[in-house]
């Protein structure tokens, strides 16, 4: 190992850098991995999405090497991980939930330590160790140890420690859960700066959003098959196109704004009445004038897309087993990572009937 750098000019973008297919993997008569195949293509975070059990580790674990398959097949960059899991060790980073980082050390010390056992003369180390504290933001903490880093401090350095070696393939598993909303998005800014020097990186993840905002393309799996995948658009529109969405002022009119709706397939929908709105507008402007016409106030009328919980639902029956908003703390609002924040169409009652 002379440069660190070194894999970097022979990444062609597009090329598929994770092939995996038809993989199985049975613990006792439990299927983890049933028939299970993706891609990843350099520079493409793709995002693996599934319920609790449904394989994503196990995925990873055989992907990474640390269990081979029962059957199928899988190459990293090119190296089958069955018959030369060295070599795809030598071009993979994996980080997971749990940080691997010393804590008695400090982060520069971490990260000195990872390159010199990796074979970086010293003067090398600590370059690379420098580049790496600037890039992921832990300049100012450098030089205390890892002990007192806050966890997202800590999960930026462990992937920070995956990364002295310039990997050509990234696996993080579920690498922001129990992460505050700031460290969230911190480590989310890492993984697309991975994206951009042309990584190909694989991202499990139980949460809606993070697929929604992070992944190029989403593989959803459940009891250990691909179910779906898509772009995070696609996936919307693959389960059902723009719907609209009537609250009425006093929640005891829903059950006359389902009758007076009933022919356009309206349906209850938490505190509000959900339809198809096929025709976008021109139904909002209908229900607007039949809402007029029955005499029900409304607080809010709106056309709004599928959102990824919902498009979750409709794949699997039961709703996703975890959402970000879980551990959201409070210090800043709900918004900032809602994976409804960005699918109203924006279309308000006033644009729409004025
Ligand atoms: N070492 C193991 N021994 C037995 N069963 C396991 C083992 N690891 C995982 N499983 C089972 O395999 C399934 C998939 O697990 P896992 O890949 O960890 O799911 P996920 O990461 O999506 O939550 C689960 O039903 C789990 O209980
Ligand atoms: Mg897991």
Redesign the pocket.
Known sequence: MTSVTEHSGGRARGTAAVVAEDLRLS?GT?A?LDGLSLTVGAGEIVGLL?P???????AVNVLSTLEPPDSGTASVAGHDVRRAPAAVRAVIALTGQYASVDEELTGRENLVLFARLLGLRKAAARARAAELLTAFDLLDAADRRAATYSGGMRRRLDLAAGLVRDPAVVFLDEPTTGLDPRSRLALWAAVRELRARGVAVLL?TQYLEEADRLADRIVVIDRGRVIATGTPQQLKEQVGGTFCEVTPADPADTPRVLTVLADLGADAHDDAVALPAPDGPATLTTVVRRMEDAGIAMTDIALRRPSLDEVFLALTGHPAAARADDDLSAEEPPAAVSADADTDTGVDVREAAG
Request: net charge positive; hydrophobic share 15%.
């Open positions: 613990y439990h983890a599934g609790n059990g449904a394989g994503k580790t196990t499990t």
